[in-house]
């Protein structure tokens, strides 16, 4: 159990929530929620102890772990020993331990001490912890091929994977998780669903994926009008309470700005005539009402306005994939590939990270050659890409986003720019921030708005919901569905391509196969299979 009480927290003048009270009870799985920059990641701070809050005090159970974001933190360290300390207390005794063996000559104290830290070992299940720890690495990707090297010779996701494994290990009372899923494949974030699911602590997750959210929490605790509110269910159920919620407070305020309209109509009909009693009465009323307005605490609640138009149809066939095989070293990205797309068609590309994704969007857009067969796109075809690694889209430098966007423009006025980018919640002056110092949202919600400004037919996007919030990827994802263009994109975010998706490609060790939307939605995504025949002509 977590207990927070009369904890606030602001930076200057902006408070992000204020005398917060809540319980994170064992047995829950607490989903916490509120858009970007409403103190998400710095709460979790807070009831780690790594943030002190402005007020308030927090109590936390002795054994609870945190997914840390340091990722060099335990670079020398074996990729097992990492996961190993996520245990603090059997990773001190072990540490004691192996520093009494490698001693030549043994005290008869030092070989009392050793027999007593054996029987603390036991006691703390230490002797079947590298099989726990090798068990939890495999679940979530890292092999055991590997397991023996030192962290460092991981990439940055992987090493995110240790880390994650890391905090589940050694059965703690309560396990704080800062975007556990986001350098996880769709397998791995499926292995560690059922994992939290069976989990029997107090859970504390912020997830930007609405699907996850929605397997494994029990209750949101949603950051909202300066404090946290906790709504009972998943992701989707307090969707659906907050807004009935949201909707009696409108009336509310609705009810309360008539009243305020009447009063101070009333008092300047009468101020001057012969009712100053009735008058002075009204006028009590009126700073009453405003003050109790002003007071309602306003919604952080933001959700962008996506659309993406085309400005004339592409052809009926939109791409042809002929016999494309490409290969890094031994790695296999595909081997004699033929696919097919039509006018209208949105192909969702699945697969583990590294499998090639990125590499095939790559081949597509021209960026890099096939070592066989050819791709060709139809006619009319106007495409609009948005790359992993933005970067490539936008370079950093002094030149503001207004003007990077403007350099697109050749059709549309500065009034159409401006609320271009108050629709993707801009406000007034980010527009005119330098590229250099656009945030990682900021700079995907400024791609997405050159894409509705272009208007293209085809649409290429790998991995586009990256940075964002839930209500962004929910706005995005309906947006994808309504778009009469043809859609090829890359995610991890299971309910865009189960909500988007006609057609879903999935790259494998194996092979490369289609499946349809209804076998992703039943999971057959992550079985194993035979190698799919090519057959009629495409797959």
């Not at 008058?279 to 009453?288: G, M």
């Not at 490409?326 to 004699?336: A, G, L, P």
Request: aromatic share 8%.
């Amino acid at each position: 159990m977590i207990t927070v009480s009369e904890v606030s927290m602001n930076f200057g003048p902006q408070i992000l929530f204020e005398n917060v009270n809540v319980t994170f009870n064992s047995g829950e799985r607490y989903g916490l929620t509120g858009p970007n920059g409403s103190g998400k990641s710095t709460f979790m701070k807070i009831i780690s102890g790594d943030v002190e809050p402005s007020t308030g005090i927090v109590r936390r159970p002795k054994r609870f772990s945190v997914l840390r974001q340091d990722h060099s933190l335990f670079d020398q360290h074996r990729i097992l020993d990492v996961v190993l300390m996520g245990n603090t207390k059997l990773w001190k005794i072990l540490s004691e331990k192996e520093a009494l063996l490698a001693k030549a000559d043994l005290s008869d104290d030092e070989g009392v001490r050793l027999g007593e830290l054996e029987m603390m070992i036991a006691e703390e299940d230490g002797y079947m912890a590298e099989s726990e720890a090798e068990d939890l690495l495999e679940g979530l990707g890292v092999p055991t091929a590997i397991q023996q090297r030192p962290l460092a010779t991981l990439q940055g996701g992987d090493k995110v994977r240790v880390l994650l494994a890391q905090a589940l290990f050694g059965k703690p009372e309560a396990l704080l998780l800062d975007e556990p899923t986001n350098a996880l494949d769709l397998a791995s974030i499926r292995w560690l669903e059922e994992f939290l699911q069976d989990y029997q602590g107090a859970l504390v997750v912020v997830s930007h994926d609405r699907h996850f959210l929605n397997e494994v929490t029990t209750v949101i605790a949603d950051i909202d009008y300066e404090t946290i509110i906790l709504y009972p269910g998943n992701y989707d159920d307090m969707v659906e309470a907050k807004a009935k919620a949201r909707s009696s407070l409108e009336m509310v305020q609705d009810a309360k700005k008539e009243r305020i309209s009447k009063l101070q109509d009333f008092v300047q009909r009468f101020r001057a005539g012969s009712r100053a009693s009735q008058v002075k009465s009204r006028e009590k009323s009126l700073d009453r009402e405003k003050k109790a307005l002003a007071d309602l605490k306003r919604s952080n609640i933001q959700r962008p306005f996506i659309r993406f138009d085309i400005k004339r149809p592409s052809g009926k066939q939109v791409l042809s994939v002929d016999g494309v095989s490409k290969q890094f070293e031994k790695q296999v990205i595909c081997e004699d590939l033929h696919i097919n797309l039509f006018r209208g068609d949105k192909l969702a590309v699945v697969g583990r990270n590294g499998i090639g994704k990125t590499t095939l969007l790559r081949m597509l857009m021209g960026e890099q050659r096939p070592d066989d067969g050819a791709v060709e796109w139809g006619y009319e075809c106007q495409i609009g890409y948005l790359p992993q690694d933005h970067h490539e889209a936008i370079e950093k430098t002094d030149k503001t986003a207004h003007a990077w966007l403007w350099g697109w423009n050749n059709e549309i006025g500065e009034q159409e720019i401006r609320s271009l980018f108050g629709r993707l919640l801009f406000t007034k002056d980010e527009p005119f921030k330098p590229t250099k110092v656009l945030s990682g949202g900021e700079t995907v919600r400024l791609l997405l708005a050159k894409l509705m400004l272009l208007k293209p037919n085809v649409l290429v996007l790998d991995e586009p919901t990256n940075h964002l919030d839930l209500e962004a990827i929910r706005s995005l994802t309906e947006a994808l569905q309504v778009y009469e263009g043809t859609c090829i994109f890359v995610t991890h975010d299971r309910n865009m391509v189960s909500q988007v998706a006609t057609r879903i490609l999935e790259l494998s060790e194996e092979t490369v196969r289609e499946i349809s939307p209804a076998q992703f939605d039943e999971g057959d995504f992550l079985m194993k299979h035979k190698r799919y025949r090519k057959a009629g002509g495409g797959w």
